[in-house]
C-alpha cells in the first residue's frame, strides 16, 4: 500500500525550522498538526519533535537558540517553567502565569516567550459551546500547563476553582495568585473532585503510559459533569474512556492543540 505523502517531504535548503522540545516527546501531536497548517498555507517551513531531558535543557537549549534557521519552540512538559528563565522577554499572559508554552525569535535576534495553552483550552470548550462562566470546576495539575488553565478559567469567569496537586505548596502558590488576580471567585484546595463539579480537569501527565494510575476519582461526580482531559496522545485516556463508560461527557486534550497552532504559528511569524 503507497504511503501518504508528509507534510514535510518537500524540506529544503531554505526551509525555516521549528522545534517541539520535552521529555518525554513521543506523546506529541505537535509535528502532525503544524505540518499540516504549514502545508495548507504553503509556507516553506517544518516542525521537528525533539526529546530534552531536563539534565540536559540547559546545554541543548543554549545552543539550539544559536542557530539562525530556527524559528521557534513549542515548550511541552517538563519544561514550561523552567524556560522561562531562557528568554529575553516575557510576554503578558507568561508572566502572570509564570511559565511558556512557545518561544520566538525576533528579528532583533532577541527571544521572546508567551504561553496559550489557557486561552486556547477555553477556546476549545466553547467551540462545542460550553462556556464555563459560572461553572464549578476541579482541576488536578498545578504545573505550566495547569497553570494556565487556571488562570484562564478564572478569567472566564468560573465560579469556583478547587486545584489539586501532589506538590501542595506550588498548589497553594497558584492559588494564592488567583486570588489576589481574581477576588470574586472562589479558590480552594482539594484532594478530591466535589460533587457538584461542573467540570473536572486533568492537567497532569497521568495517562500518558497505560500503567499510570487514574488522576482523580470520578465516582463523586453527577451525571452532568464534564470530563476534559490536556493529554492528546493517547487521546482516549484511560480518565476519558471510564467517564464515557459512565454516561458523562468528555472533552479531548487535542482541542487544545487544534485552537492554539494557528495561534502560535503567528507568534512565530510563520504565517501570512
Request: proline content about 7%.
Amino acid at each position: 500500500m503507497p504511503q501518504p505523502a508528509l507534510p514535510n517531504a518537500r524540506v529544503q535548503g531554505g526551509t525555516r525550522v521549528f522545534a517541539i522540545v520535552g521529555d518525554p516527546i513521543a506523546q506529541t501531536r505537535s509535528p502532525l498538526v503544524f505540518n499540516e497548517l504549514f502545508l495548507r498555507h504553503d509556507v516553506d517551513a517544518v516542525l521537528v519533535p525533539l526529546q530534552v531531558p531536563a539534565a540536559d535543557l540547559d546545554t541543548v537549549m543554549r545552543g539550539l537558540m544559536r542557530i539562525p534557521n530556527l524559528g521557534g519552540f513549542v515548550v511541552t512538559v517538563p519544561h514550561k517553567i523552567r524556560l522561562v528563565e531562557f528568554v529575553d522577554e516575557v510576554l503578558p499572559i507568561a508572566a502572570r502565569v509564570g511559565a511558556i508554552n512557545c518561544m520566538a525569535r525576533a528579528a532583533d535576534g532577541r527571544w521572546r516567550g508567551e504561553i496559550y495553552d489557557g486561552e486556547a483550552f477555553v477556546a476549545g470548550l466553547r467551540k462545542f459551546g460550553r462556556d464555563p462562566r459560572g461553572w464549578k470546576v476541579f482541576q488536578a495539575g498545578a504545573g505550566g500547563a495547569g497553570r494556565a488553565v487556571a488562570h484562564a478559567l478564572a478569567a472566564a469567569g468560573v465560579a469556583r476553582l478547587d486545584l489539586a496537586d501532589v506538590a501542595v505548596e506550588r498548589a497553594a502558590e497558584l492559588l494564592a495568585d488567583l486570588s489576589r488576580l481574581y477576588p470574586d471567585t472562589v479558590f480552594r484546595f482539594a484532594h478530591d473532585a466535589p460533587a457538584d463539579s461542573d467540570m473536572v480537569v486533568n492537567a497532569t501527565p497521568c495517562g500518558m503510559a497505560a500503567a499510570d494510575p487514574l488522576p482523580f476519582a470520578l465516582d463523586p461526580l453527577g451525571p452532568h459533569a464534564l470530563v476534559a482531559d490536556l493529554i492528546m496522545k493517547p487521546e482516549q485516556t484511560a480518565l476519558l474512556q471510564l467517564a464515557e463508560a459512565r454516561g458523562l461527557a468528555t472533552h479531548l486534550g487535542r482541542h487544545l492543540l487544534d485552537c492554539q497552532a494557528e495561534i502560535i504559528a503567528r507568534f512565530w511569524g510563520a504565517l501570512p
